[in-house]
């Protein structure tokens, strides 16, 4: 039965043809593509609407339900807005990877069994690469190689997980799960690649900042999203997730106050965020899990414009160093602006949407009587102000004057900004219309007098930190290492080591293979005997007494008997 | 690029800047005198004391701002770091 098809393969048709076409038909092409998947996103039904054979399996490339659909939704608009920001400016073959990339995405969220969902997984692995490739320099050539080996390597334990699955059920089902043996583990490792969880998390940062200013865009959104999608579905209240959750939290708001890069400060905070939904979903409640997928919509959006305001400024000052930068609001009012809009939005700052997603989290931690778990989310929302809220438009646009002053975005690029901008205030102003999106019944009220007065202390006097400890941020010239310093560095060591010492033998080898190959000849000689000459007969070759032959046959019977036995 | 203050952007004047202070520590104070008229819910008793958010807040940063600075020691490496690692290994593979 295929009454319905994934539209999915309205956006990849969509990716294909725009590599084809050119001038306004490719403009068209990229801005309608989306939308006609938006609109064929709202066509499909609840449960399964197609089915396929494939070897002994039910496949169900089409399963709607209304967490499947919020995915997808946001991940069709965030084509949509990515698609009107990079036009002009991205090359061809950015934008076709960039559907193709969304379009896995969505194939994603309509997945209604494992193998569908492998294959889109990995539909996305490949594009999403090509995207970091498309950043064009050699940083991003080899940037996009160390992505491209990570996201294959997750797909294979992926794999591993999906048929170990398989095989132990016989069901390939997407059903929730919790990790209790080899087969779900290795499920829950691959997904959990995608998130950008510990000890991996550095594939991250490493990958997104090196794309092009439209290309780190469309990388913002998908990958991790689609992982917290996935967790929803196949892990809720999988307890090892608070703790995954917590460290990501921490991780991302440490390395971000480190860095100097705009960009990876950005990236860091994907991490620092969708440690938010990780937590979320292994809290596993009704509110929880509305809260994981509520944050992953309005992060998207609000994160996107984050990249899109920092893109803006690399693409007309070619910088994204804070060391660089300073003093851009003065030309770029727009931008900043928006970046700011982002920044107090990914901040949780009451009448944006961070607040009114966020804070859904934190509840839902308090009404299961998680104190630690309470207490590191509210550290958490104050750490965040300080390492993006501030800290990002703070060095991008205020600080010192870096004496550089660009042009405001192309129309283009400003009317993608104005759209999500829009967007994170009208999710955190009217929650409620948002909120009716959303998988489970929502009676949680965001704004109550006692929460706004919390936050705002919370929020604002993280703010007074920011400004009293602004000498010990001050900005270097760094990089900060991570766990990828182990296979960018140490094993890279190791190898060269082996392969040096492999080297020496080889040399080894080769002089002194002469007076090798003569001892051997002497000694097979003396056993064997010389094939030329019949002189002398090797020790094989002379006539032996039956004596000693028996006891040589019995002996050797002897050891063949005690090798069987044992 | 130096300029006088009176070139300057309106928003970086010394005399808007301290204008801006002194509006941040107004607001700072109106956010804490707020607890008194609408009371904060504590799940956990402690977090709704008076000012407690305040006070969190700030402590939290100040701890994170701390163990990144203590961490860079370690971590911080120079920008070049894995540029010239990769070059040094190009010229020596050849």
Known sequence: MTEFMSPAFILLAGAMLIGLARGHWRTALVLLAPLATLWAVWQVPDGVAATLSFLDYQIEPLEGSPLRRLFATIFALMAFTGGLYAFRQARATELAAGYAYAAGAIGVCFAGDLITLFVFWELMALFSSVVVWCGGTPAARAAGLRYAIMHILGGVILMVGIVGVAMRTGSIDIQPMLAGNFDTWMLLIGILINAAAPPVSAWLADAYPEASPSGSVFLSAFTTKTAVLALILLFPGEPVLIAVGLYMVMYGIIYALLENDARRILAYSIVNQVGFMVCAIGIGTELALNGAAAHAFAHIIYKALLFMSAGVVVYRTGKSLCTDLGGLFRTMPLTAICGIIGALAISGFPLTSGFTTKTMISQAAAYEGLFVVYMLLAAASAGVFLHAGIKFPWFVFFQKDSGLRPKDAPWNMSAAMLLFATLCILIGVFPETFYQLLPYAVDYVPYTAGKLVFYLQLLLFSGLAFFLLLPLMRRTRTVSLDTDWLWRVAMYRAAATVLTQLTVLATALRSRRLEWSTTFRARAEQYFGAPASQKRAGIFARAWSIRSTALWIAVLLTAYLLVYVI | ?94
């Not at chain 2, 070139?7 to 607001?27: E, S």
């Not at chain 2, 799940?43 to 402590?59: E, H, K, N, Q, S």
Request: hydrophobic share 50%; proline share 4%; net charge negative.
């Open chain 2, 1 to 94: 690029m130096i300029e006088e203050p009176e070139q300057q952007h309106w928003l970086v004047r010394p005399t808007t800047i301290r204008w801006l202070w002194r509006g941040f520590i107004a607001v700072l104070t109106l956010v804490v005198l707020a607890q008194l008229v609408f009371p904060v819910k504590g799940y956990f008793g402690v977090d709704g004391w008076p000012a407690f958010g305040a006070a969190y807040g700030f402590l939290a940063c100040l701890a994170m701002v701390l163990v990144a600075k203590a961490l860079g020691m370690v971590l911080k490496r120079d920008e070049q770091y894995y540029i010239e690692r990769d070059a040094a290994e190009r010229n020596s593979g050849d």
